[in-house]
């Protein structure tokens, strides 16, 4: 991963994106009750790949593996700010970077609060423009509940095309789930966002 190193300005801390209402930024030890407000909802963990968070001692231990999985450059998770109050309402995620296949996972949440404001929908294409331009990542990838219709839409509103289902992929919340793979090109983005 050290030529992922090479392409941030700086490769100690996660760079800043900046959207129109939103700042992503580096989550730091501050950041953790607005994590345990984001991930501590069950609602909001609903299709998250596990159980919500049950404390703010749990909100501490995310982001210090946020922090050391940055350090490993195995995952870049942002904090979506908003610019007016500069509360951390959300997270945006390239995971599982793979700098020989030039791909990464894409994964968002939004405190449920924040729901309804279109912040997702402004948030991922800042994402996905430092992925394909900064990062020169060829592919990206999202795994998405059947049932969570709003992150669907979004993602195929930027362009992801369905390309697969695993049936019953995890066990939660006493169930299993099913998911859908979505996938999009560096081409493809650039072709949308001529």
Not at 14 to 29: C, G, M, S
């Amino acid at each position: 991963m050290l030529a992922l190193v090479t392409m941030l300005p700086d490769a100690n801390h996660l760079p800043t994106i900046q959207a129109k209402r939103l700042i992503l930024r580096e989550l730091v030890p501050q950041d953790a009750p607005a994590l345990f407000e984001i991930f501590g909802n069950p609602e909001v963990c609903r299709y998250w790949s596990r159980p919500a968070l049950e404390n703010l001692r749990a909100a501490e231990a995310l982001q210090v593996e946020i922090t050391q999985r940055f350090e490993e450059r195995s995952l870049f998770q942002w904090g979506l700010a908003e610019r007016s109050t500069g509360m951390i309402v959300g997270t945006c995620t390239l995971a599982t970077l793979s700098l020989e296949h030039r791909r990464a996972e894409v994964g968002f949440a939004l405190a449920r609060s924040a729901w309804g404001n279109g912040y997702i929908a402004e948030a991922l294409p800042a994402l996905l423009g430092f992925a394909f331009s900064v990062l020169r990542l060829h592919r990206l990838e999202a795994d998405v509940d059947p049932r969570n219709t709003r992150s669907i839409r979004v993602l195929e509103r930027l362009g992801f095309v369905r390309e697969g289902f695993l049936r019953e992929r995890y066990l939660l919340h006493d169930e299993t789930q099913d998911t859908l793979l979505y996938g999009l090109l560096h081409r493809e983005w650039i072709g949308c966002h001529r």
